[in-house]
DNA sequence: CCGTCTTCGCAAGGACATTGCGCGGGACTT
DNA sequence: AAGTCCCGCGCAATGTCCTTGCGAAGACGG
């Protein structure tokens, strides 16, 4: 995999933006013919440097509404201890993101779930299992302020 | 803007994960001719349930690498309060996210910047200048564990 | 029962994506 | 400095796809 040029990167930016840009618009944006601009995007998928496409969904169409930020604390930080954790809380589908942290707690995951029956049931099923755990503090998002996909977008 | 069918559900689940799916094999997927297919996608986009499309990028193809958790307390919960703190932090192109929030804090911000140095600019800049906050909690994501764009993706 | 409205499928024309091919410029060797 | 290799480009062609106009079928209400 070699590195990225300057065109890799305007392609990066502009597709972050429109990912359904068309390859011919994206080939005049970035000063190159289809062919190369084709070959490039195809290289930039295939390497994994692009992971994915997704429409991003006004709130109102979404089946997952509710947000919960859950804070969670392990019993150590030991190498192993967190291997674990990492490892099952992967496997819960309903996890959209999960950072370890510095600060006060673990790790900080930010879960979606239908409705509070919905969240209690993966609560339940998922976070009260995951191992090496002390202490979860489950916060609940009341409104949405901003959701950008990316920054300055 | 009429309510959305069970074809236009199976449209959106399947952009979501595939944003850059062809017309003609979304048509195919939920049963319908491309013209059809077409014509609902317009619409859809049109309508606003969907608000764009986004190329989702490895880690390591990021410009702003570094991400901070912000919680944020108020100096009251009024309306007219939230209200010029929301529109002042919808200014800040580095926030990705920022949810009105139960619990401890009043909101929690996600946070992109490029390195420390940044950090401590947007930091400077727009965080401590954001109306009638009393509280602000940094902390910073030392490893990124999961980060999907939708649920069981 | 008829008019209207909506949404479908079909068809056509124009745009687009992709692949093979040949060229040119830079790097490295002799 | 000349030769060689190799990577990435543009061009061209072909097959696919997207879009729009058009007519028909079904739902609904007067």
Redesign the pocket.
């Known amino acids: 995999m ?1 590195a990225l ?1 300057s ?1 890799d990167a305007a392609m990066l930016r502009i597709l972050q933006q429109n990912g359904r ?7 005049e944006r970035v ?13 930039l998928e295939k390497s994994g440097v692009i992971s994915g496409y997704h429409a991003h969904l006004s709130q109102k169409a979404l089946d997952y509404r509710m947000i919960a930020i859950v804070h969670i604390s392990l019993s150590g930080q030991f190498a192993k201890t967190l291997a674990e954790f990492e490892a099952a809380v992967k496997l819960c589908p309903n996890v959209l993101v999960c950072y370890l942290m510095s600060g006060e707690y673990d790790y900080i995951l930010r879960v979606a779930a239908k409705d509070l029956a919905d969240y209690e049931r993966i609560h339940r099923d998922w976070l009260s299992a995951l191992p090496h755990v002390v202490k979860i503090n489950s916060s609940f998002a009341l409104r949405e302020i901003i959701d950008r996909p990316n920054v300055g977008v």
Chains 1, 2 share one sequence.
């Open positions: 070699s040029d065109i840009i068309s390859n011919a618009e994206l080939a000063g190159l013919s289809p062919s190369a601009c084709s070959r490039r995007l195809d290289i």
